[in-house]
């Protein structure tokens, strides 16, 4: 079995900071890609990053320019840096994992509210 274990998420202001965090942990021989993933109320669940074993990076849009992510491989976990909250980015934001022979994996989700 593959677990991954977000946590982070929270409330917070305009302009304000979080970041969130995802460990991977069971059956795991090495992961490859790793990203997240969010849905807000009433939307479809859309990317937001994503990295590569080796530290490539891609963003949607949305997030370009003020969301970092960031793994540390040693530990499975994968991190999600964000800056200048707007409210607009408001969701449940999900990790993903690509674990190699086993599929690709998801997180439980974890709640990132921006609201003054």
């Known amino acids: 079995q593959v677990q991954l274990v977000e946590s982070g998420g929270g409330l917070v202001q305009p302009g304000g900071s979080l970041r969130l965090s995802c460990a991977a942990s069971g059956s795991i021989f090495s992961i490859n890609d790793m990203g997240w993933y969010r849905q807000a109320p009433g939307k479809e669940r859309e990317l937001v990053a994503y990295?590569?074993?080796?530290?490539?990076?891609r963003y949607a849009d949305a997030a370009e320019g003020r969301f970092t992510i960031s793994r540390d491989n040693a530990e499975n976990t994968v991190y999600l840096q964000m800056n200048s909250l707007k409210p607009e980015d408001t969701a449940v934001y999900y990790c993903?994992?690509?674990?190699?022979?086993?599929?690709?994996?998801w997180g439980q989700g974890t709640q990132v509210s921006v609201s003054s």
């Open positions: 990295i590569t074993t080796g530290g490539g990076r």
């Open positions: 993903v994992a690509d674990v190699a022979f086993r599929g690709r994996h």
